[in-house]
């Protein structure tokens, strides 16, 4: 692959995680909240493992974690 295309998927990876979690932060439902915020943090992990930013790989990461646990636990209590 091309490196400068490279670098362009990439940081459309960026843009969309921003994006993505700049919505799950505007939306009332609190389902669809966390679905944007894990799927942005995904996105930026993976533009940060682009990066190769270990403090920024391991901040996506638990965050991630974070939102995915809150999710889970939000079901449970759902049901």
């Known amino acids: ?3 400068n295309m490279e ?3 990439f940081k459309i990876f960026g843009v969309v995680g ?3 979690l700049c919505i799950g932060i ?3 439902n609190r389902d669809t909240r966390d679905i944007f915020s894990i799927l942005g ?4 992990l993976i533009y ?3 990066l190769k930013d270990i403090i920024f790989i391991i901040l996506q990461s638990v965050y991630i974690l974070v939102t995915i646990f809150d999710y889970i636990k939000l079901k449970q209590i759902k049901n």
Do not use: D
């Not at 943090?41 to 930026?44: D, T």
């Open 7 to 9: 670098i362009i998927i």
């Open 26 to 28: 505007t939306v009332k």
């Open 48 to 50: 940060s493992i682009y």
């Open 41 to 44: 943090g995904a996105a930026l």
């Open 1 to 3: 692959m091309n490196n």
């Open 18 to 20: 921003l994006v993505l």
